[in-house]
């Protein structure tokens, strides 16, 4: 008798260590199917009805899921670290180049001789490590302070009290009106007259 045919929830099932290492490597869930020789829309249908399968694949997804955000919030710490930084100033070793002489040797190690027994001298170049000060970054420090104290740090300070002062005179003045109009103050006049009295008023 011929074995009986292996459903798709068991072909995922069988393969669930290559198929966890394929999602936790970053493999979409349609090249996982591929690669198991299964169409995309089968691969979900088994997902969808086996509880075993619909753990394996979306416990993986999770699991890789997870890893990217650590990995994405380590690096947002790493450059929020960078940019304070470039806010305070900092200190760094930079490799330095001389032009030095010395002592020109063979292959060998040997000192090389002049036809006088005088030892050759060669120029050549030395590094070493000097401590440099990075100074602050004024764009940093107004990027920084615009994200962390945006209540007392804007891009343009005097132009947010205007803008504030305009508004507020904007509805006193229109306050102004509507009361004008109410008190029978306006007969004859045109909205444009009002709204220049009330105008007048707040200036």
Not at 48 to 64: C, D, P
Request: with cysteine.
């Amino acid at each position: 008798m011929a074995a009986e045919k292996m459903t798709t929830a068991e072909k995922i099932l069988s393969h669930s260590k290559s198929v966890e290492e394929w999602i936790l490597g970053g493999l979409p869930e349609r090249e996982v199917a591929a690669a198991l020789g299964i169409g995309y829309s089968t691969f979900r249908k088994a997902k969808k009805e086996n509880e075993l399968v619909a753990q394996l694949v979306n416990g993986a997804s999770q699991r890789y899921k997870a890893e990217q955000e650590k990995i994405q919030s380590e690096k947002i710490s790493q450059v929020r670290s960078s940019l304070f930084q470039r806010c305070l100033g900092y200190n760094v070793d930079l490799p330095k180049h001389y032009k030095v002489k010395r002592v020109a040797r063979n292959a060998d190690g040997e000192v090389l001789l002049d036809a006088s027994g005088k030892p050759i001298m060669e120029d050549a170049l030395e590094q070493v490590m000097e401590k440099q000060h990075i100074p602050a970054d004024v764009t940093a420090i107004k990027f920084f302070l615009m994200n962390q104290d945006s209540k007392e740090w804007q891009s343009d300070p005097e132009r947010l009290k205007l803008d504030r002062k305009r508004v507020a005179n904007d509805t006193k003045r229109t306050k102004l009106a509507e009361a004008a109009a109410g008190s029978g103050e306006t007969a004859g006049k045109s909205l444009e007259d009002i709204l220049a009295e009330a105008e007048g008023d707040v200036y």
